[in-house]
Structures are given as C-alpha cells and as structure tokens.
C-alpha cells in the first residue's frame, strides 16, 4: 500500500560522493522496513542496504561495507543511502523497497512487497 519514489541519482567520478532519497507517501510508514537494491545492465538485482522500523539496525552487502550508509527520518517519510568513494562497479539503477516490519532484516528482493522506479547511478572512471 505504500507508494515509494527515489531520487539522487547522476553521473559521478569515481572517488565522488551521492546521496539517494527515497520519499513515501504513507502516513504509517514507521511500521515498515526498508531496503535499497540496485541492478545493473545484464545482472539480477543485487541487495545493498536495509533498515529496521526504528532505525537501530542496518545491514549492508559486503561490498558496500564501509562505503555507503543507510538512514531514515520516519517524520519525514524518507529513507536515504549515503554513497561514498564511488567505484565504477557501483553502476546501476537504485531501487528503495519496503517490507511490513518483523523480527530480523531481510536481503533478499522477494521478501519486499513495495518497490520505487528507481534513480539510475553512473560512475565514471
């Protein structure tokens, strides 16, 4: 039921730096977990981050680790992904995602029912 658009997205350099958006239109949006995904050209989408209800837990693939950090501001409605030392790797298109909120963080895309378009993230070399 919740409505999900990302934003943020552009052509950088490699070593640069981007935040992403994802802004919901849901009055209940603290009830949900949130999650960022990203697909590239050729390949399966591909999790990155996720976030719990509250916002005390986040998970990252390892190879964001260290990188990229995940955020949200339940009265703004928002979920963010802070990226930084962007690699060329890092290309593809971001999609925020939102799950009904349970126990334990989910990575996988089938365990999310609400999917933004996605904002497409290019990185030069």
């Known amino acids: 039921q919740v409505q999900l658009v990302e934003s943020g997205g552009g052509l950088v350099q490699a070593g640069d730096s981007l935040r992403l958006s994802c802004a919901a239109s849901?009055?209940?949006?603290?009830?949900?977990?949130l999650g960022w995904f990203r697909q590239a050209p050729g390949q399966e989408r591909e999790f990155v981050a996720a976030?719990?209800?509250?916002?005390?837990?986040?998970y990252y693939a390892d190879s964001v680790k260290g990188r990229f950090t995940i955020s949200r501001d339940n009265a703004k409605n928002t979920v963010y992904l802070q990226m930084n030392s962007l690699k060329p790797e890092d290309t593809a298109v971001y999609h925020c995602?939102?799950?009904?909120?349970?126990?334990?963080?989910?990575?996988?895309?089938?365990?999310?029912?609400?999917w933004g378009q996605g904002t497409q993230v290019t990185v030069s070399s």
């Open positions: 995602a939102a799950r009904q909120s349970s126990y334990s963080i989910r990575t996988r895309p089938s365990d999310y029912d609400y």
């Open positions: 849901e009055r209940t949006f603290s009830r949900y977990a």
């Open positions: 976030i719990n209800w509250s916002g005390t837990i986040t």
